[in-house]
């Protein structure tokens, strides 16, 4: 069966919540976005107070604190744990590199 041989109040409802999951997931792009800027400004922080890019107490802290708000939100806490980690992952790269484009380039 494909979506032309749906019924046509079918079709529509399934018109309807894909595009409220393409303007959730737009949200979510942008707000990952946000996100990643204050994360480059914490970077150029660090940077510049040579602190680790990493800090492991605070990553645990928010890995609990993501688990109770999923739990609250009714989503899987272990879901929302692999997708902060993966953020996390990402944000320390991104603070490995600022690190190291200042230790190179002090003025900059």
Do not use: W, Y
Not at 83 to 101: C, G, P, S, T
Request: net charge negative; aromatic share 2%; hydrophobic share 40%.
């Amino acid at each position: 069966m494909t979506t032309r041989d749906i019924d046509e109040s079918v079709n529509a409802e399934l018109n309807r919540l894909r595009e409220s999951i393409d303007n959730i997931d737009a949200a979510v792009v942008h707000m990952l976005a946000e996100r990643f800027k204050c994360t480059q400004q914490v970077g150029h922080l660090k940077a510049a107070h040579q602190l680790p890019p990493a800090d492991p107490a605070r990553e645990s802290r928010q890995i609990t604190r993501l688990r109770q708000l999923a739990e609250s939100a009714h989503l899987d806490p272990a879901f929302a744990e692999k997708l902060l980690n993966f953020i996390v992952a990402e944000v320390i790269r991104h603070h490995e590199r600022i690190a190291e484009e200042s230790a190179t380039n002090p003025e900059a």
